[in-house]
């Protein structure tokens, strides 16, 4: 399992690592109108999985404006932020930052993604800052588990990982 520490101190993930060549695991999560999203969902696209502890932090922001702004040049790729906010606080969240470019996704009811992506912090709720991409055959082809919550993930690799998976 990835270690991960929040604020230097070291939290307990739950689920199994992914790790590139892996089938993506399905989830379940809730869109901004608590409509049910599923990976098959997005079936046959490149997907680009951004995972924040929370949208109301400054790195979580600046996280996921920062994945806004890549996603309108990302041609056939679908960009996704997955955290356990409210949906309700998401989509207040995504109108006053004026994110239009990717989808907002709650993972706050079931944990689902979390736990099969191996990335739920069961001391907090919340989940571990991570990225992950997976290609149109549901393949896993990038992950990056942040080693410390508060910091910011590789932007560069993401991108190209998503250029790069067909």
């Known amino acids: 399992m990835a270690e991960i520490t929040f604020k230097e101190n070291p939290v307990t993930l739950l689920g199994e690592e992914v790790k590139p060549g ?32 929370s949208v109301d932090t400054g790195v979580c922001d600046q996280q996921t404006r920062r994945f806004n702004e890549e996603a309108a040049s990302l041609d056939g790729v679908e960009v996704i932020t997955i955290s356990a906010d409210l949906p309700f606080a998401q989509k207040r969240w995504c109108a006053a930052a004026g994110i239009e470019n990717l989808q907002v ?14 990335v739920a912090i069961e001391e907090l709720r919340l989940l571990a800052r991570s990225i ?35």
């Open 22 to 53: 892996d089938k993506a695991p399905d989830f379940k999560v809730l869109a901004n109108d608590l409509s049910e999203v599923t990976l098959a969902d997005t079936k046959g696209k490149v997907r680009l999985i951004s995972v924040v502890p």
């Open 132 to 166: 992950f991409v997976i290609d149109s055959n549901d393949e896993v082809t990038y992950t990056e588990y942040v080693s410390e919550a508060t910091n910011h993930p590789d932007y560069e690799a993401a991108v190209n990982a998503a250029k790069e998976a067909k």
């Open 105 to 118: 996704l709650s993972d706050h009811r079931d944990l689902s993604f979390g736990k099969n992506y191996g």
